[in-house]
């Protein structure tokens, strides 16, 4: 199944930083445990993947938009949060 195309580039860019933090950490336990094969990577990656759509992509994509200004400062750049803080300089509580 192919993840959902992004919404918004703070989607994208949440989605870049999930899959680089994937693949360091796939790359990190395959040196620590080199027991395991490349089809046990597979699963886990798999397994990663999944997790971060459902915990987080899929609720990223679902949020009302009165709280992009706070999802921004959560996951967004320096530059992307202080673009925001002058648009919405009050976000919701």
């Known amino acids: 199944m192919l993840p959902e195309p992004p919404a918004t580039p ?11 933090v994937i693949d360091i950490e796939l790359h990190r336990l395959a040196r620590r445990v080199r027991t395991l ?8 990656n798999a397994t990663l ?3 971060a759509e459902s915990l987080l992509l899929a609720r990223l994509r679902t949020a009302p938009q ?7 400062s959560l996951f967004g750049t320096p530059t992307e949060c202080a673009a925001s803080s002058r648009t919405h300089p009050n976000p919701p509580q």
Do not use: N, S
């Open 10 to 20: 703070l989607i994208a860019q949440v989605q870049r930083h999930v899959r680089a």
């Open 66 to 72: 009165h709280i992009a200004p706070l999802l921004t």
């Open 49 to 51: 993947d999944e997790l």
């Open 37 to 44: 094969q490349g089809a046990d990577l597979d699963i886990i």
